[in-house]
């Protein structure tokens, strides 16, 4: 058995994390040995003598946590030859980590078939942080350490991966936005600048049937800067007639312009001014949206959008749950031409 103050190590290190009691830091540091490979199968324990010397901890506090680690599985006592490690999987239901942006239809739909994909042995505690960093931040520090896997749609900025890399690499996959970490960390994402460039160039004919290229772009939100850079690229390239507007403002439709929009409450208000006003999608003026779903291929005979398939983003992040084999893959953008462009 490796020295035990590796143990001690592993356990003292929970410590640092607040949320922590001192039964889970036992716990949940002989977990993390035992993923490390610094206790094995077979390995004797620390007796609860030299756990309280070496810890500090009360008596009772080391025998509950032993307790658990018994009726999980991990452990078995042996009269007066003390613990040992019987198994270094836990028999409770694998518990899952997922951290998202918020319940729009698009993420609803990822959710819908992650957690279908998963089956009912897995145990899944969702987690939104808005796109609030402070609030990102605390949710990772809060689950670091208490999960099996962990599911993350990240927040850029400059402490990211910095708060990321706490969390174990072979249990971490990152989805949606991609953030540049240690090579051995897996993530399912998308990409924006390329993909919103030919989209743009794919229905070049279309918007040239219109007389301005409206986008509705929210500086410091949750829509990507690099479909903003591919506008004003494409526009400039194509000499477009474009513009860039903070937000839609209700009953401001006129005919005779293309509008495009990421989110889908302006989707919303504009198609509900088209319908007041009655104009015709497609020829009066155009709309494109970002993000495809089933309501935006029904109504007003179609949507044009653009999209990854969130769906299919679901089932293989569910793949890395149940398998854990390191994967990176940006997943492929389609354009939906449908009736409004």
Request: overall charge neutral; hydrophobic content about 40%; proline content about 3%.
């Amino acid at each position: 058995m490796t020295e035990d103050s590796t143990i001690f190590h592993e356990i003292k290190q929970l410590s640092l994390l607040a949320h922590y009691s001192k039964r889970e830091q036992i716990v949940q540091g002989v977990i993390n040995s035992l993923e490390k490979k610094i206790i094995n199968i077979g390995d004797a324990m620390p007796s609860v003598n030299q756990m309280i010397n070496n810890l500090g901890f009360a008596r009772q506090t080391i025998v509950d946590a032993y307790k658990e680690l018994k009726e999980s599985g991990i452990l078995e006592s042996k009269n007066r030859l003390g613990y040992f490690v019987i198994s270094d999987s836990s028999n409770q239901p694998l518990k899952v980590c997922l951290i998202i942006y918020a319940f729009d239809t698009f993420q609803e739909t990822f959710y819908e078939n992650f957690r279908k994909s998963l089956g009912d042995q897995v145990t899944v505690d969702l987690f939104f942080h808005h796109n609030n960093y402070d609030v990102f931040q605390q949710t990772v520090n809060k689950v670091n350490s208490k999960y099996g896997v962990y599911v993350i749609a990240p927040i850029e900025g400059p402490e990211t991966a910095g708060l990321l890399e706490q969390l174990p690499a072979k249990k971490t996959l990152i989805v949606d936005r991609f953030v540049k970490l240690n090579p051995s960390y897996s993530y399912i994402v998308q990409e924006f600048s390329d993909s919103s460039y030919q989209a743009f160039v794919s229905l070049l004919d279309e918007i040239r049937k219109f007389d301005e290229f409206i986008f509705f772009f929210k500086h410091f939100s949750a829509e990507p800067n690099d479909v903003l850079n591919s506008f004003q690229k494409f526009i400039k390239d194509y000499k477009i007639n474009g513009t860039i507007k903070n937000y839609y403002e209700q009953g401001s439709i006129e005919k005779h312009k293309v509008y495009f929009t990421i989110h889908n409450l302006e989707l919303w208000e504009m198609l509900k001014d088209v319908k007041e006003k009655n104009l015709k999608l497609g020829q009066d003026l155009g709309i494109l949206s970002h993000n495809d779903d089933n309501i935006k291929e029904i109504i007003f005979d179609g949507i044009t959008t653009f999209s990854i398939d969130f769906a299919e983003m679901g089932k293989l992040a569910a793949e890395f749950v149940k398998n854990r084999r390191p994967i990176k893959y940006i997943m492929p953008t389609k354009l939906f031409k449908r009736n409004s462009l």
